[in-house]
């Protein structure tokens, strides 16, 4: 098994990749997107974050997150959000995988993989690169043609901004080799 170790640093921003168990396509769905939103907001409340950019895939999202200056802790901030949205969502009647022995041991629901994808951005290229990734991800899934055809994605609102061009994403990118990320 590989040995690897988070990277954790105060008030850093991370590029992150969480997965559903089993690859299960429901996120993008009316029900997943609504219970995300509210566990998203409560986790928020509790343990502050910003998020810099967003896509939701059907099996899994990619975001990048900014912690507070003085916190280090995004652990717990995908445990409480994960926690959360699995109650919620099946409290609302959404379904889950089957749940092996280890799970059941612990309470671990099987709606998402146990673990994330984290990656500390080390500079401006180093963001913006993650940056342009996450809004060319669903193109990269061949989910659509461009960007702005996504509509589950912070894509719309930096483009409303003016930091993209609306026809972004029409060439591909040459900043988002794979960036890592368990896809």
Known sequence: MADYTRK?????????TVVTFERRRFLTT???RKCLRRAWRET???KPFDVEALCLLGDHLHVLWTLPPDDTDFSSRWRMLKAR???YYRGSGGFEGRRNAS????G?????????WEHCIRDE??????FDYIHFNPVKH???VWPEQWPYTSFHRYAKMGWYEIDWGHVPPQNIEDMGSPE
């Not at 954790?8 to 992150?16: D, I, L, N, Q």
């Not at 799970?103 to 612990?106: I, Q, Y």
């Open 142 to 144: 061949g989910l659509v």
């Open 85 to 87: 949205f699995s109650r």
């Open 8 to 16: 954790y640093v105060a008030g850093a921003t991370y590029f992150f």
């Open 44 to 46: 928020r409340a509790r």
């Open 103 to 106: 799970r059941m041991r612990t």
């Open 30 to 32: 009316d029900l997943a």
């Open 125 to 130: 290229r180093d963001f913006a690169n993650h």
């Open 108 to 116: 671990e629901r099987a709606v998402w993989q146990r673990r994330f």
